[in-house]
């Protein structure tokens, strides 16, 4: 059963840096860009957010142990770029907004619990590296592109992810003994909020934010 | 006596902690960003100078045995950004950029003695890593939020920290009894020149820059 | 001999530094910018990329123990930005081109000879720090600064290195006994492949590049 869920998890991984690669190629690929830098994109989206969090937290980077996201997030990137014209159809390009949300859910919530096992710096590192890790490798990509990164539109794409990992952090600590169940729980529900936001096109409301504009 | 330097100097981060994070969503505010964005850039801004600098070092970041400053980060964050009005008044903002440019101070001169007392790498380290520490954290926000970065800005910023740290490095090395008193006397040198440029509004004049324009 | 190499690739990386700094500040000249943020960039320019392999590799920064990079780029920083209208000099400009690709090669080949010997990741960390090592110091230059970088123009800067770094590899893998003469060799293929491009202005064609557009 214990073997399940870690090959189940480990799957999931894999289907979360597809899409975080193939979006980063489809989010490029209106600019002038050559296949060096699109895969080069392509493999800093899907890993860089996790190996930032690796860095800060003073472990080996997680794709020194396991190539496999790597090799993933390269052949995804080569695919998508080759087959461009199929990933822009608008079915598939939806299908794969909803597989990015449902990645940036994963991997927050699961690196919510790698810090939390690490017990490093409670309760404030296991959020906070959560959402790094789920929207670093995203926040890399705008930059090195020169695009307007998340932080600053008003789509709902970190907030979930944020409620998620505060959430799951809350789980973990008044019922350790129900970790997968939780947090399967909180993917779920980080991965319903975000897909509502796709369905609905639904944004931060501005009555919501600074009054003073 | 001890105690009340270190007690001191505590205050004065957390009040540079505060100084960072508001300027920062005030430097935001203007644009299209919601509460996440102008928290997460908030707390970047606070902390982003010295995990860069810790990260060099390879030592702990700072906020992991010590998470005030990240909380003092976000609580700030939160009540600039519900209070933006009141932020944005003359005297108030006024009065923030003088207390960043204190936390730039007193970040620089600190890290300098932070990387000194490690003797990594002297005379560089000391001087670039005050520096980084000082300036990081706004590199990193003006890089997200896609503003153009200090060091484009003809603001005279960095400049004061440079030769702050630099003064700092000297007074250690030649005379390592009077840390403190030197240290204050570079934060109060340092803070001073900064607060110059702010009142007269000082910019690096032309004659002093490159020539060929 | 082998004292002979060691003094030979000391003086190649010397000359490699003196490129990347130099052409950091003329990269960033025509805009309004102070000696402070020439001489940062210059200097992150030339150690940057290095920088974040020593980091993901987790060992210490390379510059730690040897200060001669970060003092040559700063001395070429302060004397290409002094002497700016030498520097522009069309043939001036031209050496420093071909200097700066040579820089790209020897950084990158060195590199990928450095993440072998560690045995770190293998196939895939030596070639894409390789690739990090010599364009890493040019993104952080480009982001800071605010210019397109080099992912998002279609010359041909990134290819020759990443080509180089995985020959490299395969013959490190398959020939040990040669590491000196085949790292030349790699050398020397990268540079002048980059050269040839600077020479006949050549870019990544736009029939190998997406379709869809």
């Known amino acids: 059963m214990c073997m399940d869920i870690l090959t189940f998890s480990y799957w999931a991984e894999i289907t979360a840096t597809i899409a975080f690669s193939a979006t980063a190629v489809l989010a490029v690929s209106e600019r002038d860009i050559d296949f060096f830098g699109a895969f080069f994109l392509g493999i800093v989206t899907a890993v860089g957010g996790g190996t930032v969090r690796d860095l800060i937290l003073d472990v080996p980077v997680f794709w020194a142990n396991d190539q496999s996201y790597i090799w993933t997030a390269l052949f995804t990137s080569i695919i998508t770029y080759v087959a461009l014209s199929f990933f822009k159809k608008k079915l598939v390009h939806l299908l794969l907004l909803y597989l990015d949300g449902f990645g940036a859910a994963l991997f ?32 890399l990509r705008d930059v090195l592109a020169g695009n307007k990164t998340l932080l600053m539109r008003r789509e709902i794409y970190a907030i979930p992810v944020l409620l998620g990992c505060i959430f799951y952090y809350l789980l973990l600590t008044h019922f350790p003994a129900y970790q997968i169940i939780s947090g399967l729980a909180c993917i779920f529900f980080t991965f319903i909020f975000r897909a509502s936001a796709i369905y609905w096109g639904l944004a931060v409301p501005h009555w919501f934010k600074n009054k003073a504009l």
Chains 1, 2, 3 share one sequence.
């Open 108 to 139: 927050g919530i699961m690196a919510t619990r790698t810090v939390w096992d690490l017990q490093f710096s409670l309760p404030v590192a296991p959020v906070m590296l959560g959402v790094v890790t789920a929207i670093g490798g995203g926040l």
